[in-house]
């Protein structure tokens, strides 16, 4: 078979993402960001091997960024592109995988965007430009929630009124789909174990955060919710809090929803915490410096990420192992090590010598003796969202397609 190409793209309302990803190379062949969109500062940087270049978006279009893509692609790629896969974070409940974008698609994704507000109309504007400058192959959406669909309803609902889940869709989601479904394959693979399968917790630990329960291959609960905000503590979002905080700050301090949501979402976790900063390696510095800020910020990251773990653990028969990805779960031993220690009821333990292993190995064990398995396992949501598109045109093309919806 030849090896098939796609371009994978993220678009935000003022930045794409993209990267061509060949099906047998590891790293994509050309990848890069064009930023400031929207403005007359337009910029896309660009690298390709060792080959890095900047070119200009005069108008600052995404439609102009996306054209300028083209002789890059032509330039990199050896053949012409299979299809086109773009992330959009919110798919509602639309989708429990990725679709092959029509005008019932966008209509739903337009349908899911007052759950996203931020992401799903700038998702529109990417998906609407590429489709028109490549317009003779296939474009895929791959949504961070679909992977989360498979939750039950025991997992999925809020104890809230039920016109609120049958109206407007207030109801648990989760997010960061692509990454709990790379790893937990990733992991089936490093174990030994048949592809897909195995009881696994998984934890995406980046400037975004959540944890997952999977059983071969299905989420059965998450630790995000209906929005990116519930659950761990991240970087600058605080993760869960008691929801009588929003009444209190408003009769208290008179702060309206928006101070409110800037606080939880861009003042709070570890910078909030710490005083300090976001950046876990900032922190972990200071924090053996002695600063009381940032010991406290990595003591509630990392107890809250266990007791977060272990909650999830009741949606599993067994644990096969536990997995840490993202840029903290990769990179930081001591977030490692100090969460582990808190679930040594679960028998996990980790030996020091595997997880000192400096960073940027490849997928590797780090459990002590008879410890379940615990796993440090480099994410690549791009490589899961090329390979979700091939399998979707592959299966296009063996058989007529089902629409989801
Ligand atoms: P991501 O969103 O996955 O790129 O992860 C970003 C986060 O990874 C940053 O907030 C950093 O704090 C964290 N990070 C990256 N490298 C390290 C490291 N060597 N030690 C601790 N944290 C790290």
Known sequence: MTDRLVLVINCGSSSIKFALRSESARKPLLSGLAERLGTAEGVMNWRAGDTREQVMIGDGKHSTALASLLPLIERFADQPLTAVGHRV??????????????????????????????????????????MAVLDDIPHIAIFDTAFHQSMPPHAYRYALPEALYRDHGVRRYGFHGTSHRFVASQASLLMGLEPGHGAWLTAHLGNGCSTCAILDGRSLDTSMGMTPLEGLVMGTRSGDVDPNLHSHLARTLGWNLDRIDHMLNRESGLLGLSGLSNDMRTLVAARADGHPGATLAVEVFCYRLARSLAGLAVALPRIDGLVFTGGIGENSPLTRELTVRHLALFGLAIDPAANATPPGNPARQIQAGNSPAILVIPTDEERQIAEECLVLIELANTQPMEKED
Do not use: C, K, Y
């Open 89 to 130: 974070v919110h798919g509602g409940e639309h989708f429990t995988g990725a679709q092959i974008i029509d005008d019932q698609v966008i209509a739903a994704i337009e349908d899911s965007s007052p759950l996203a507000p931020l992401h799903n109309p700038a998702h529109l504007v990417g998906i609407r430009a590429a």
